[in-house]
């Protein structure tokens, strides 16, 4: 099994900055991906960022030029950096992690409360 620990959210004002962090343990051998959903209240969870092998990254186009997603391999932890902060942004954040010939995994969310 892999878990998966999210830290970084809380309550911010539009404008500003948080930076979430997620940090992959257990039976971790060969890791596709890894990334970042959010699901808003009453909203189906849609990706916000994926970086893969080959260090391909995608960014849901809503926060392009906002955040930047990168990795740590050492470490098996992955960041979030979350810039420019809009109330749109408000959901619980998700880590997403997949292995080559393996499941999904995913954390146990952690919340980003952007005010006006």
């Known amino acids: 099994q892999v878990q998966l620990v999210e830290s970084g959210g809380g309550l911010v004002q539009a404008g500003g900055s948080l930076r979430l962090s997620c940090v992959a343990s257990g039976k971790i051998f060969s890791i596709n991906a890894m990334g970042w959903y959010r699901q808003a209240p009453g909203k189906q969870r849609e990706l916000v960022a994926l970086i893969a092998s080959g260090d391909i990254i995608n960014y849901v186009e809503s926060v392009l030029g906002r955040f930047t997603i990168s990795r740590d391999n050492a470490k098996n932890t992955v960041y979030l950096q979350m810039n420019s902060l809009k109330p749109e942004d408000t959901a619980v954040y998700y880590c997403?992690?997949?292995?080559?010939?393996?499941?999904?995994?995913w954390g146990q969310g952690t919340q980003v409360t952007v005010s006006s």
């Open positions: 997403y992690l997949n292995q080559i010939g393996s499941r999904n995994y």
